[in-house]
């Protein structure tokens, strides 16, 4: 399976892409509950999300457009900044989706942060999005698209750490080394996850290298 950066001209193939692997995801159902509206709302929110993050060199696409993973890498942390949101057009999100989705976006935002705060204190790399269509899951798109940044993290001894709202993606994270810290008893609060810095060796076997 073949990974390559994510250009410009592959914005929209991923904001697609993303919008079909999270159209039943839990907190995407809760943030956008018009199932017929969900599609164009999500295809919308995550390419001007890919024009924010990949120019930072933390965007990666398969060849097919099978799966897309969007990283922030250590220094920038969770907050991109005002400037690229305005230059890519999501600060016209609650604009565009009402004043319900801006209640619940923020809630689940400031819940986001809060947790990353309490977990990490050291630089690390960020997995924002890792989405797969339904329809080439289970055939190592996922791996393939999280093989290149944790092989750097191992190379740079830096953790990786990600937040999901859907209990189900706890067992997938778990097979990459990444490790349970915080599972809350109500939906939609965040499930944190942190993979240990570890050696380049550690990471080849994991990916069958």
Known sequence: MDVEPLLPVRYAQAGAVLARAFHDDPVWSYLC??????????????????????????????????????????????????????????????????????????????????RQRADLVEPHWFLDVLGVDPDSQRCGVGSALLAPVLARADAEALPCYVITHNRANVAYYQRFGFELLHMPDNHPRAISLRRPARARHEASSAFGH
């Open 33 to 114: 509950p018009d199932a017929e509206r969900r599609p164009g709302q999500l295809a919308w929110m995550f390419e001007r999300w890919a024009r924010v993050v990949a120019p930072l060199g933390a965007g990666y696409i398969t060849r097919g457009g099978e799966g897309v993973a969007i990283w922030l890498p250590p220094e920038h942390g969770p907050d991109v900044g005002l400037c690229p949101l305005v230059r890519s057009g999501l600060i016209w999100a609650p604009f565009k989706f009402g004043l319900g989705w801006l209640r619940r976006s923020a809630a689940i935002a400031v819940d986001a942060a809060r």
